[in-house]
């Protein structure tokens, strides 16, 4: 246990973090993230734990949403107050595994949109392929949420993040529960300007391109299939 802490450690001190790639440091994302990677942790538990820990990392990736301010009455005075314009803000989960984080962040926003872009990895080139796409119109005004748990060679979500920038989409961020530092190097040299927010950086991919130690497949996990 205190060899995997401190390999973990020895990961994020001796890699490159871009500026762009922000590792959320929590005690509760790490208790909550053991448990998912557990092999006996069964699909019901994986996705509470799943949407958990996408709305422990959601809190992290909306706080510097844009604002405007209003007047509000408190029973003691009139002050000033925020709103987020929450219609504008988009979720688009990567299918499938990605909608295993939507109810995560809809319990946070609820009244956010959910645009979906059906993507998956060839198993044998390891590129994404896309075969669904349906994003609400006017993309240059929206806020788009990325999400897929699993961030591996990075290409499903580079890739996604493309397709979006094609319609016009200039705020984007993007959630992945676990990442691989050969991902976060791909997608930041691809996408320098797109926040992405993980719960943590693991070691390596393996020559199947699954994430080490990881949780296997997210989507099989989820669904059990
Ligand atoms: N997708 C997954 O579900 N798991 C991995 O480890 C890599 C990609």
């Given amino acids: 246990m205190i060899l995997h802490a401190l390999k973990e450690r020895w990961i994020n001190l001796n890699m490159n973090i871009p500026d762009n790639f922000h590792i959320v440091d929590h005690a ?10 557990h092999i006996k942790t069964k699909s019901k538990e994986f996705r509470e734990l799943t949407t958990e820990i996408t709305s422990l990392l959601a809190y992290q990736a ?18 000033k107050g925020y709103k987020v314009k929450l219609d504008n803000i988009v979720f688009v989960p990567i299918l499938r595994a990605g909608l295993g984080m939507i109810e995560g962040m809809l319990s946070l926003i609820p009244n956010g949109r959910v645009g979906y872009i059906g993507m998956e990895r060839d198993h044998n080139t390891h590129k994404p392929v896309d075969y669904y796409f349906k994003i609400p119109k006017q993309a240059d005004q929206k806020t788009f ?12 979500m ?20 676990i990442s691989s530092p050969e991902g976060m190097n791909q997608f930041c040299n691809n996408h320098r300007d797109v926040n992405i927010y993980t719960g ?6 393996n020559e199947n391109k699954y994430i ?12 059990g299939t």
Avoid: Q
């Fill in 158 to 177: 580079i890739a996604a993040i493309d397709r979006l920038k094609d319609l016009g989409a200039k705020d984007i961020h993007s959630i992945c529960i």
């Fill in 28 to 37: 509760l994302i790490k208790h909550k993230l053991s448990i998912l990677r």
């Fill in 145 to 156: 949420i990325v999400l897929d748990p699993m961030l591996a060679t990075g290409g499903t």
């Fill in 212 to 223: 080490v130690p990881g949780l296997g497949d997210a989507g099989d996990r989820l669904y």
């Fill in 62 to 79: 909306t706080k510097n949403l844009a604002l405007s301010s209003c007047e509000i009455e408190t029973p003691i005075t009139v002050t």
């Fill in 200 to 205: 943590v950086l693991d070691e390596k991919l």
